[in-house]
């Protein structure tokens, strides 16, 4: 019986890439099983409550991937969501995430994070979820992810927005129209309106 439940711990794992103990508890599987798992080195502890299958080949999503498992109400943001449509030459030496006004900011051992407060529909609208490592992530679609460069492009530098806007366009990876739309959620729709038309020709 315990080697079962130990191997049904091992597939659920497998299958979800970054486990956490309440992903047992929904299939009715008491915590010591996962004890005992992590004793015979069939998953190991990456973070406090999250645990993975030793040595899984994990993509260059991981970290947003077990930022996202931690704080599955937050959505990758600015640079970090750069990376991931390509459309920045800049390395995120951390993840960049959105999380709303009054969220706590999560605490992860192994990830370093750095939280941004959005509001209102700058917050929940232009959120993809996309799966890395078996862990759905929460995203900014491109054009969001420009216009929220704008936004906060005296932190980020005014270089890396317009190499996004560029990029974004050069690579087509949306309509013009849909810039302008998050432009305006943003805010930022008079201050990206210069670039965009020079951009254009």
């Known amino acids: 019986m315990a080697k079962s439940r130990v191997q049904q711990i091992v597939e659920i794992a497998r299958k979800k890439g970054l486990l956490r103990p309440r992903d047992l ?6 915590r010591q099983y996962l004890r005992m798992a992590h004793d015979q080195g069939l998953v190991q ?3 406090r409550g999250l645990y993975r299958i030793p040595d ?3 993509s260059e999503n991981a970290s947003l991937a077990e930022v996202c498992k931690r704080a599955p109400s937050g959505v990758i943001c600015l640079i970090s969501a750069l990376s991931f449509h390509e459309l920045t030459t800049q390395i995120p030496h951390f993840v ?13 051992e192994t990830v370093e994070v750095r939280c941004y407060r ?8 232009g959120i993809e979820k996309h799966d890395a490592d078996g862990v759905e992530i929460r995203v900014y679609c491109a054009a969001k992810t420009v216009a929220d460069c704008f936004k906060y492009r005296n932190k980020i530098g005014l270089d890396v927005a317009i190499e996004a806007l560029r990029d974004c366009l050069s690579q ?3 309509a013009i129209d849909d810039l302008v739309r998050y432009g305006r959620i943003c805010r930022v729709e008079k201050v990206m309106k210069p670039y ?6």
């Open 196 to 201: 965009l038309e020079a951009l254009l020709g």
């Open 56 to 58: 899984a080949m994990m």
């Open 172 to 174: 087509r990876k949306t």
């Open 96 to 108: 960049y995430l959105a999380i709303e006004e009054k969220a706590h900011a999560p605490l992860i």
């Open 45 to 47: 502890r990456v973070a």
């Open 25 to 30: 508890a929904e299939v009715g599987i008491p």
């Open 118 to 125: 959005f509001s209102g529909s700058a917050f929940t609208r």
